[in-house]
């Protein structure tokens, strides 16, 4: 799969789609269908962002980037709607604003990411997401 940005080609795996659904899963598996398009998305958002690595399984298991992969629980069967929500955001559905962070305001345990000057700040179902300057 080609996932395009402003003439910029991204190249998606199978295994790399698998990946983005695994955390899907884990991160928002209780959340809105919304809220898992918007984890997929900030999936993406990073990839884009030059100051993230160039490519999936760099973007998500990049130190302390999802916490699901640190806790192990990204060894997840992921459902059909992780995987779709997936493939929403590779055609270019963001309900994020381009977000590159997200958070659960009730259960965070970082202090960064409550404490941030937090900007297109935007909540869906229990997430938060944001950029930063």
């Not at 959340?31 to 990839?47: F, T």
Request: aromatic share 10%.
């Amino acid at each position: 799969t080609v996932f395009n940005d402003k003439g910029q080609n991204f190249y998606i795996t199978k295994d790399d789609i698998h990946l983005m659904a695994q955390i899907v899963y884990a991160e928002s598996c209780a959340e809105p269908y919304e809220g898992k398009v918007a984890v997929a998305s900030v999936i993406l958002n990073r990839l884009k962002d030059s100051r993230f690595p160039n490519n999936i399984e760099g973007v998500i298991k990049q130190k302390a980037a999802f916490s699901c992969v640190k806790d192990g629980k990204i060894n997840v069967t992921p459902d059909e709607n992780s995987y779709r929500a997936v493939m929403d955001a590779l055609k270019g559905k963001d309900p994020t604003d381009s977000a590159v962070f997200f958070y659960n305001p009730k259960i965070a345990t970082s202090s960064w990411m409550k404490n941030v000057d937090k900007k297109n700040s935007k909540r869906i179902g229990n997430h938060v997401f944001f950029v930063v300057n």
